[in-house]
């Protein structure tokens, strides 16, 4: 059964910074890539950032240049680091594997991490 559990969130002013993290069922964590989506009110979940199995790492445009993504293969645990946070960041995040069209890799999702951005 794949386990995902995200953590990290919390509310921020504009300009502020959270790391995210993720812990990974073994299995998902050492095949596919991995990533952090998110969902706002109202919008659809979006794919935001990717890594790959040898860190290779690709980012929306809406957020590139101030998150970051990045792996610890030791602890099954996916990391996203924001930095310069906007109020159009403000979305529940969850992670996931990722397909190679960019689409979920599974049907299981955790519980998510709440991001809120607000001055």
């Known amino acids: 059964q794949v386990q995902l559990v995200e953590s990290g969130g919390g509310s921020v002013q504009p300009g502020e910074s959270l790391r995210l993290s993720c812990a990974a069922s073994?299995?998902?964590?050492?095949?596919?890539?991995m990533g952090w989506f998110r969902q706002a009110p109202g919008k659809q979940r979006e794919l935001v950032a990717r890594?790959?199995?040898?860190?290779?790492?690709n980012y929306a445009d809406s957020v590139k240049g101030r998150f970051t993504i990045s792996r610890d293969s030791a602890k099954n645990t996916v990391y996203l680091q924001m930095n310069d946070l906007k109020p159009e960041d403000t979305a529940v995040y969850y992670c996931?594997?990722?397909?190679?069209?960019?689409?979920?890799?599974?049907?299981?999702w955790g519980q998510g991490t709440q991001v809120t951005v607000s001055s």
């Open positions: 996931n594997a990722v397909s190679p069209i960019g689409s979920p890799g599974t049907d299981s």
């Open positions: 890594i790959t199995r040898l860190d290779v790492a």
């Open positions: 073994t299995g998902i964590f050492s095949i596919y890539p």
